[in-house]
């Protein structure tokens, strides 16, 4: 498997004080497609998510393979995994407040990440900031670099902070329920962002969320998790459509309207 063919997890096991906190997760999530990880509060997903970045509980054991790129995640050192988070791995938090520091410039946030990572001079740093600030669309970027989070709205950060992920072109995004912090009328604009940063760079987005709503419009592939373990998984259309499982049914049921949304061309959503 190359890192162009995004993210596979076998098997996945994690243990905390003697509580299994997952039980054997198989996902794949493919370069160019969006993977969406539904479940309720403690099903597990953040932690999936977590220890694919190398970040698992502390104290926790850990079992399985997480594959990328030939090689398995979980075998890593963690100065190995440390190398790789923030450049070829990435996460978008939920509170873009919590990833962005209070009392350092946009601008000086994104060249520092960018220059720790790619080694690039302040005006190469500075040059790429621009490009990534437009290309998840924050109005003036220019102007956007010399000013600080608290001058921005909540959706304008979590733009940010997409970017601030994407800035050392990553492989992988896990996105862990980005838009639960916003107002509802911006939360559309942040997912439409994410589906084209997808489409447009190729990358492998778990996107992890309880809302199946917001899976149902956007993700190629859902997986339901539920108590650790996969329940369900398969494409958008068969899981709204025809899910399987009683927990899955259930989720479906309480959308307002099951319906997946509208197949993308070449049969993506």
């Known amino acids: 498997m190359s890192a162009a063919d995004g993210l596979r997890i076998s098997g996945l096991t994690l243990e905390l004080r003697g509580q299994r906190i997952l039980d054997?997760?198989?996902?794949?999530?493919?370069?160019?497609?969006?993977?969406?990880?539904?479940?309720e509060s403690g099903s597990g997903k953040t932690v999936t998510g977590m220890t694919v970045l190398g970040l698992p509980p502390a104290g926790s054991v850990v079992g399985g393979s997480i594959e990328y790129g030939g090689t398995d995640l979980l075998r890593l050192s963690a100065r190995q995994?440390?190398?790789?988070?923030?450049?070829?791995?990435?996460m978008?938090?939920?509170d873009p407040t919590a990833s962005?520091?209070?009392?350092?410039?946009?601008?000086?946030?994104?060249?520092?990440?960018?220059r720790h990572h790619l080694h690039l001079n302040r005006a190469q740093a500075r040059a790429r900031a621009l490009e990534v600030l437009e290309q998840v669309r924050v109005p003036e970027p220019a102007q956007a670099l010399r000013k600080y989070p608290h001058e921005f709205s909540g959706?304008?950060?979590?733009?940010?902070?997409?970017?601030?992920?994407?800035?050392?072109?990553?492989?992988?995004?896990?996105?862990?329920?980005?838009t639960t912090a916003l107002d509802v009328t911006v939360q559309a604009g942040v997912m439409r962002l994410l589906r084209d940063l997808c489409d447009d760079l190729g990358l492998a987005v778990l996107l992890i969320t309880h809302?199946?709503?917001?899976?149902?419009?956007?993700?190629?592939?859902?997986?339901v998790m539920r108590h650790g373990r996969v329940v369900e998984s398969?494409?958008?259309?068969?899981?709204?459509?025809?899910?399987?499982?009683?927990?899955?049914?259930?989720?479906?049921?309480?959308?307002?309207?099951?319906?997946?949304?509208?197949?993308?061309?070449?049969?993506?959503?």
């Not at 995994?81 to 990435?90: M, P, S, V, Y």
């Not at 899981?239 to 307002?256: C, G, K, M, N």
């Open 155 to 178: 959706g304008q950060l979590q733009r940010i902070a997409i970017g601030i992920a994407i800035a050392c072109r990553p492989s992988v995004l896990v996105a862990d329920e980005p």
């Open 24 to 39: 054997g997760v198989d996902l794949v999530a493919p370069a160019g497609q969006v993977t969406g990880l539904a479940g």
């Open 211 to 223: 809302d199946l709503a917001v899976m149902s419009s956007m993700a190629d592939t859902i997986v």
């Open 81 to 90: 995994h440390n190398a790789l988070r923030g450049d070829q791995l990435a």
């Open 100 to 114: 962005l520091h209070p009392m350092i410039s946009v601008g000086g946030q994104l060249t520092d990440h960018i």
């Open 234 to 269: 398969g494409s958008r259309y068969d899981v709204i459509r025809s899910p399987q499982h009683p927990y899955t049914r259930d989720l479906v049921e309480a959308l307002p309207d099951h319906r997946p949304g509208p197949t993308r061309s070449g049969g993506q959503s």
């Open 92 to 94: 978008v938090f939920q």
